[in-house]
């Protein structure tokens, strides 16, 4: 497959940001059937794996990208996160995705496909709380979409 940016000596891939997301946790993913309105709804099953076209996925990969991005850099800088080892995880994994988003709108240009910009987000309530709850949220889903966006990737192209 095609050579992809390396990070750290890390292969570029989703399966290696969903790796840095799962260090997050330790393992485990949080529970809770809490949402946020702000984040990319999960859609599709395993079987339409094999009606995956690049010119419908890639933007909505790209898209939620930089929605994810977004979200992980307002929650760095809140006051929930004072760790300063998670600020420093939570940027790596910024930094992962602005890689992996700038590797997938590359190959969109490859392709001619538009990149779709970002929208804004209502952040929430400026509660240490809330932010901890949205803080679990935003990491739970980006490690469920990055698992669904290496499986979408690799029935694309291999060399994802």
Request: hydrophobic share 40%; proline share 4%.
């Amino acid at each position: 497959g095609r050579e992809r940016e390396r990070e750290n000596g890390l292969r570029l891939t989703p399966r290696s940001l969903s790796t840095q997301v799962n260090a997050l946790f330790h393992g485990s993913a949080p529970a809770g059937l809490h949402r946020l309105p702000s984040l990319p709804r999960l859609s599709g099953t395993a079987s339409g794996l094999e009606n995956i076209q690049a010119d419908i996925s890639l933007p909505v990969i790209q898209h939620s990208l930089r929605t994810y991005e977004r979200h992980l850099t307002w929650l760095r800088g809140t006051r929930a996160v004072a760790d300063a080892k998670l600020v420093n995880k939570l940027a790596e994994v910024v930094k992962l995705l602005q890689n992996l988003a700038a590797n997938v709108e590359r190959e969109m240009r490859r392709l001619n496909l538009e990149t779709r910009t970002g929208t804004s987000f209502t952040v929430p309530e400026n509660k240490e709380w809330a932010t901890l709850r949205a803080g679990f949220v935003i990491l739970r889903d980006l490690r469920m979409f990055l698992n669904k966006t290496a499986r979408e990737l690799t029935s694309l192209e291999p060399g994802w």
